[in-house]
């Protein structure tokens, strides 16, 4: 079975710092995929960002980007530039390269972005 | 487009009692989902279907049932609740034949006393 390890319950920054969020999982699939959600106030489970494990290359979005290390499985976030709208719990997530789809949840990372 | 929608959006109930959540899409997708999330725990999955009329245990299935009679919608039922299943329910679609997104509904609070 798959687990994912988020080990920082909650981060603080200031707004315009840059700050990076860890994530640790495991797994023996070769082929898989990471994504990274964020949980505002408001409960809505929005998608950051996403990572093909087959790929090299980190993604990036924005001012998101993520540290892909895949031998260490390893998938930090980090968030460039931070906005008091980025305030949010943030979650990490794993999924197999398989029909069903299936989501695998990190703890989450509660994140305040203070003015 | 509504996306996900989550009946009811709270609900408070007696040990013992029963209620149905209903979770509806309007994006025609193959697969939906039902999660629970539970502090410090993230995102738990309880059932999933890849289809209309097809069901399958998630990770946390004990103390519910689902039913997807039609594709736009999926119930998760609770039928004699307990106060461990006090949590906030999300449920998520996707399209088939990814990795694709999952999209969330808005959650419910129940809370079982």
């Known amino acids: 079975a798959q687990t994912v390890t988020q080990s920082q319950p909650e981060m603080s920054v200031q707004e315009a710092e840059t700050v990076t969020l860890s994530c640790t999982y495991d797994?023996?699939?070769?082929?898989?995929?990471l994504f990274w959600y964020k949980q505002p106030p408001s409960r809505q489970m929005i998608l950051v960002i996403r990572q093909e494990a087959y790929k090299q290359q980190n993604a990036t979005e924005n001012r998101f980007s993520v540290n892909f290390q895949k031998a260490a499985k390893s998938f930090s976030l980090k968030i460039s530039d931070s906005q008091l709208g980025d305030t949010a719990m943030y979650f990490c997530?794993?999924?197999?390269?398989?029909?069903?789809?299936?989501?695998?949840f990190g703890q989450g990372t509660r994140l305040t972005i203070n003015p | 487009n509504a996306g996900v929608t989550q009946t009811p959006k709270f609900r408070v109930l007696k040990t013992g009692q029963s209620m149905t959540l209903l979770c509806a899409q309007d994006?025609?997708?193959?697969?939906m989902y039902w999660y629970r999330q539970d502090p410090g725990m993230g995102l738990r999955l309880i059932h999933y279907s890849v289809g209309e009329g097809t069901t399958a245990k998630g990770e946390v299935p004990d103390g519910y049932n689902v039913s997807r009679l039609k594709k736009q919608n999926f119930l998760l039922g609770l039928e004699s609740a307990a106060p461990s299943q006090t949590s906030v329910y999300f449920c998520?679609?996707?399209?088939?034949?990814?990795?694709?997104?999952?999209?969330f509904g808005p959650g419910t609070r129940l809370t079982v006393l």
């Open positions: 797994t023996s699939e070769n082929n898989y995929y």
């Open positions: 997530a794993f999924m197999k390269d398989e029909g069903a789809q299936k989501l695998v």
């Open positions: 998520a679609s996707s399209y088939a034949g990814g990795p694709n997104e999952q999209f």
């Open positions: 994006m025609n997708h193959e697969y």
